[in-house]
């Protein structure tokens, strides 16, 4: 009994350790925020401007052309990833003269949390800059906290099915990620402006008050750096 309860744990363990590591550096060809981060550190000056947000100033800011800018922007982030991501960078010793954020309507729809709250993003990326300690710290934040640091290949099959296909993002060295879709030339832009005004709208609330209180965090954390 004793002997194959042992087989059992440490056949889970095995597999545990393998599907973590996999997930892992399936990750580190596929992450945007990751590869930002190292090209961060490698052409980072003391001051500049930081472009925070989702993935419409991601794909909208060309940072390269903008001295001592950074596009820090990547997909679907709300203002709770991106003010554990400000304060993150404050606290390794950073600080940028200005802070660009985007202040739209999807910023504030729900939409932004369900994607993160349910293991859509990058859960590794975000798990490490997360401050579990902040006051404003929910329940609901917990729950995602717990499996992204334990379990973030939970749920992932369809990732981990993309281990053949593991290739970088093609992000720039300031951080803008160049959009595969010209959108304008599309003939069915309105039909997906639609669409995407439903998935942000219809299922979800309008104004989220964890968004405004994230927001006004991340206005206070400027406004006490100076």
């Known amino acids: 009994m004793k002997r194959s309860l042992l087989i059992g744990l440490l056949a889970f363990l095995f597999f545990y350790a393998i599907s973590y590591g996999l997930y892992v550096w399936l990750l ?9 981060q190292e090209n961060f550190t490698t052409r980072h000056t ?10 419409h100033p991601l794909q ?8 001592g800018a950074f596009n820090w922007a990547s997909s679907s982030e709300s ?10 960078l404050l606290e390794k010793g950073y600080h ?27 859960d590794v990326f975000w798990s ?5 300690n902040d006051p404003d710290w929910q329940r609901q934040f917990t729950r995602w906290y717990v499996q992204a640091r334990l379990a973030p290949f939970a749920g992932q099959f369809y990732k981990m099915s993309r281990i053949g296909n593991r290739s970088h993002p093609e992000i720039s060295k300031a951080g803008h990620q160049k959009s595969r879709d010209i ?12 669409a995407r005004i439903k998935s942000h709208f219809s299922k979800f609330s309008v104004v989220v008050a964890t968004h405004l209180r994230f ?12």
């Open 28 to 36: 580190n060809g596929l992450s945007v925020n990751m590869l930002k």
């Open 46 to 55: 003391r001051s500049g401007t930081w472009y925070m947000g989702d993935s």
């Open 60 to 67: 909208a800011v060309l940072a390269d052309s903008l001295p």
């Open 79 to 88: 203002y709770a990833l991106t003010y554990f991501k400000i304060k993150y």
């Open 96 to 122: 940028p003269n200005r802070i660009v954020l985007p202040l739209e309507y999807n910023s504030f729809s729900a939409q932004g949390c369900a994607l993160w709250l349910g293991h859509e993003l990058d």
């Open 128 to 132: 490490s800059m997360a401050d579990f």
């Open 183 to 194: 959108f304008c030339q599309n003939p069915d832009s309105a039909g997906i402006v639609k």
């Open 215 to 226: 927001l006004i965090k991340i206005l206070n954390q400027a406004a006490g750096r100076g």
